[in-house]
């Protein structure tokens, strides 16, 4: 019966006869190539190009139109972080740059303001990084105006109120207080504290830093830092190029511009290279290890970014990720990084595991540094790795509001104009002699910064002529 029914449909669809299911299969099978013998074209992917416009207040903006969805969304980046808190006052730029959320504005209170951006279905956010500030902003565009209107305010003339202000500064003190239970989050911090001693980079807020700040200190950051020419805004959405310039300049064209701080430098590894050991009463172990290495502007830097990736960013297929969690299963996470900026670079390895096995799985990382000179990097894992990160590649410019951000901070970076444009085939040119190069030239195991976080009682002891540094983390 079902058989019948099936001819039947076949026939009202496509005309086949009555009742011959094997005639209708090979009929069928005959006018269809196999799968595996489908040919497609090759997929092209070309990057929609933004517009860049600087205002007469020396802000720039860079213009996408997208009018699929009712939405615009503006995104931002100051050129500040939090390696320009003041010393001693760590901590100055996050609340800065919550408390501009939170706390109000010289016309508006916050309450206000927050009542207002419900009522709009708005979202505005405002944070800091260690380099950067960003800010982000969506709306439909049936209410740009309005939000535009609190946007500005909240950039441009923030009020810090001081209840907002002990609010920020409170809820800072309990996240600090609860780093401490945070194994993995601690050991990446003192890493960071160690890899840029000496460098205003490596500096973090404490209870006692957090204590020293006054509400004045935010708006002396803020007035410092949050200029028009110190400004770079990404607009994406259902909005006219016309109607950004527009807008723009009725709610940022009174923004006045000011004197630029003074840019920090590239730091410089100043840390001596050793096991720099936090004892902690814990049943697992952080390893984390790392040293300075090119910056972004650098020739090998694409095929540094390979490198790592076949060392311990890509996934399970990478070499540290392999022998370290895979074979010898001494980590449930293990992996590498490669912290590429403008003018340095930072490449680290990790692997969290149980404690006993602490200077087994940082011998095993080391040892795949070392390798590289017995076990070159083979044409299979180029090829698998240059794959991975060309296809990945995409998928940083799924939304209009991606691929505005994305070409404003190459703007932001100084990174060359053609950076995307050219970076698959920058990429897909990495051969095997210059990756295997790069890696003779950069990584050095004897060079390295090594972070470990447990408990020292249990674990496995240095290789020898290797000894731990013990420190205490800041409170």
Do not use: C
């Not at 007035?223 to 950004?244: E, K």
């Amino acid at each position: 019966m079902i058989k019948k029914l099936a001819a039947v449909l076949a026939f009202l669809l496509i005309g086949l006869p009555l009742f011959h299911g094997k005639a209708l299969a090979s009929e069928v099978n005959a006018s269809q190539p196999a799968p595996d013998k489908i040919q497609y074209e090759a997929l092209r992917f070309e990057l929609p190009q933004a517009e860049r416009v600087v205002l007469d207040n020396g802000m720039v903006l860079y213009i996408l139109e997208n009018h699929e969805l009712p939405l615009v969304n503006i995104g931002a980046l100051i050129k500040t972080g939090t390696m320009y808190d003041p010393t001693q006052k760590e901590g100055t730029g996050e609340l800065t740059a919550y408390v501009m959320r939170t706390g109000g504005t010289a016309k508006m209170k916050s309450a206000d303001i927050d009542r207002q951006l419900d009522q709009l279905a708005a979202s505005v956010s405002v944070s800091i990084a260690r380099e950067s500030a960003q800010i982000g902003f969506s709306i439909l565009n049936t209410h740009l105006e309005q939000g535009l209107n609190l946007l500005s305010q909240i950039i441009i003339s923030p009020a810090f109120e001081p209840e907002k202000f002990e609010l920020a500064r409170q809820l800072k003190n309990e996240e600090i207080r609860r780093l401490k239970d945070d194994p993995q989050g601690l050991a990446f911090q003192e890493f960071n504290r160690l890899i840029y001693q000496g460098d205003p980079r490596g500096r973090f807020p404490s209870l006692k830093s957090l204590a020293r700040i006054q509400r004045d200190d935010l708006v002396q950051f803020h007035n410092r830092f949050f200029l028009p020419n110190n400004a770079m805004f990404a607009v994406s959405g259902d909005i006219s190029r016309d109607d950004v310039l527009k807008l723009f300049g009725q709610y940022f064209g009174s923004w006045k511009k000011g004197n630029l701080p003074e840019a920090i430098t590239a730091p410089v590894q100043q840390s001596k290279p050793g096991i720099y050991l936090i004892d902690k009463d814990i049943p697992q172990s952080t390893v984390i290890s790392g040293l300075y290495t090119i910056d972004k502007n650098h020739p090998d830097f694409y095929a540094f970014s390979v490198l790592d990736f076949i060392l311990g960013s890509g996934g399970f297929p990478s070499r540290i990720v392999n022998v370290v969690r895979n074979s010898e299963g001494l980590a449930y996470s293990a992996g590498s990084f490669y912290r590429a900026r403008t003018d340095y670079g930072i490449f680290g390895s990790y692997a969290f595991t149980k404690t006993s096995s602490t200077m087994k799985a940082l011998a095993l990382m080391d040892d795949e540094l070392a390798k590289l000179l017995t076990h070159p990097i083979t044409e299979k894992e180029l090829n698998w790795a240059k794959k991975s990160i060309i296809d990945g590649f995409i998928f940083s410019f799924a939304t209009p509001e991606q691929i505005v951000w994305q070409q404003m901070n190459v703007d932001y970076e100084k990174l060359p104009a053609d950076y995307l444009r050219t970076y698959r085939d920058k990429i897909e040119k990495v051969s095997v002699e210059k990756i295997n190069r790069t890696a003779v030239k950069y990584l050095d195991k004897n060079k390295n910064v090594v972070l470990i976080l447990g408990d020292r009682k249990k674990m496995d002891q240095p290789a020898p002529g290797k000894e731990f540094v013990l420190i205490t983390p800041e409170e």
